[in-house]
């Protein structure tokens, strides 16, 4: 199967293991978003523009008359109107409103909110609260349909841990690892040691505290172009 990210994809010629690479286009590179391919699916991908930086593709796309040759680059989910991803969730039935109380770190309700689906850890703008300082979100709180929000600082920390793990390069983590880590899409990354947890689990310790470490989402480890693997991030 071929596709359009700016991926590489390379088997091992001592371990016959498929490796998932960073695209040549750095700015572009969508590994991220493939952490989680087994073996048996990365045999079958194929990734033309891995090789390829975006002018480069542009260029071919100009040879062959095609109307998306210079078409404006989405810089948020391409398929999400203004990036508004709540009224998306909505329209798709993915979401309802229903109200729940924003508090403190000291259970003091400070308002209240249509759905924690509507809100991601690190938001300060939109919580229709006010304070005397400013306050990010800093729980999503499912359980109890709350979003407990505080001061910048409690954003920060340095050791978490990530599930449903997959690894690329090898079958499973059997010792501790040292890899750049990223938490996000545009997170650029950063030093951390992996360590093997239980039932598919593995520990992050970032040797520099990073803001808005948010549950569910992605957590990324390589060393240089190699993709060694990932997780989800749990709570």
Not at 83 to 105: M, P, S, V
Not at 152 to 181: G, K, S, Y
Not at 209 to 220: S, T, Y
Request: hydrophobic share 35%.
């Amino acid at each position: 199967m071929a596709t359009g990210h700016f991926a590489r994809v390379e088997q091992n010629s001592e371990t016959g293991r498929y490796h998932l690479l960073r695209g040549r286009d750095e700015r572009k590179d969508q590994t991220y978003f493939l952490f989680s391919l087994r073996q048996d699916q990365l045999s079958r991908a194929m990734f033309p523009l891995g090789e390829k930086t975006k002018d480069d593709t542009r260029d071919v796309a100009r040879h062959c008359n095609l109307k998306t040759a210079d078409k404006e680059e989405s810089m948020e989910i391409c398929f999400v109107p203004d990036n508004d991803y709540g009224g998306f969730l909505q329209k798709a039935g993915l979401a309802e409103k229903h109200e729940g109380e924003i508090i403190d770190l000291n259970g003091r309700v400070l308002g209240h909110h249509d759905g924690i689906e509507f809100y991601t850890i690190g938001q300060r703008k939109g919580l229709g609260i006010s304070a005397p300082n400013p306050l990010y979100v800093l729980e999503l709180n499912a359980d109890e349909n709350r979003v407990v929000v505080g001061p910048v600082e409690n954003l920060e920390q340095d050791t978490f841990t990530v599930e449903r793990c997959n690894w690329i390069p090898f079958a499973d983590l059997t010792e501790p690892i040292e890899a750049t880590t990223r938490i996000r899409y545009n997170h650029s990354g950063t030093p951390a040691t992996i360590e093997l947890g239980e039932n598919g689990t593995a520990t992050v310790r970032l040797h520099t505290p990073q803001r808005a470490i948010a549950p569910g989402q992605a957590c990324v480890f390589y060393q240089d172009d190699l993709v060694l693997g990932g997780g989800w991030i749990a709570r």
